[in-house]
């Protein structure tokens, strides 16, 4: 791909030849670099998020966000009816910090090769995500539930895994 001769390459080809012989994995840990690079400015309390040089420098074109965004109003205007400023102390400054914790935690997650184990932490983030913009405790309530349920998750996997071994183990 690289050594090609075409001058543009588009994300459809990029992805493909990241996937690979290591199926979504690759692409699973090069988008979630980017969210642990976040979380952990969240959690060393940035108030302004900070990016390379090489990504703050990318432009898109306004046409396509305008696009982009009158898709995603209607979608928003909807969320807005049900997400409000509640229970606050979960948003407030420290609250902010354990919530990058968290975040931090559910990036790690998602970089991990565990088959089917990325839609919980990815709905995670993003109700920890819009938890944190609109101020509403109740959102990071269930962000942190979704860390819970899915640390539960890969522990008993984890144990069953080790269950299976000493089972096997014994049969030989």
Known sequence: MLRGRKVHLT??????????????????FVLALPLL????????????LWLPDVLARRSVERGELVKLMSRLL???NRLET????????????VGVRVVGVACSVFAMLLILPIPFANLVPSLGL????????????????AGYGLLALTTAGIV???HGIVFGLGHLRAMF
Request: aromatic share 4%.
């Open 11 to 28: 994300l459809a080809e990029i992805v493909s030849r990241a996937e690979g012989d290591g199926g979504l994995g690759p692409v699973l």
């Open 37 to 48: 690079m976040v979380a952990l400015q969240i959690v060393a309390g940035r108030r302004r």
């Open 74 to 76: 209607p979608l928003l």
């Open 82 to 93: 049900m997400v409000r400023p509640r229970w606050r102390v979960l948003t407030g400054v």
């Open 126 to 141: 993003g109700i920890f995500a819009l938890g944190l913009a609109r101020m509403d405790g109740l959102l990071v309530l």
């Open 156 to 158: 008993l996997g984890l």
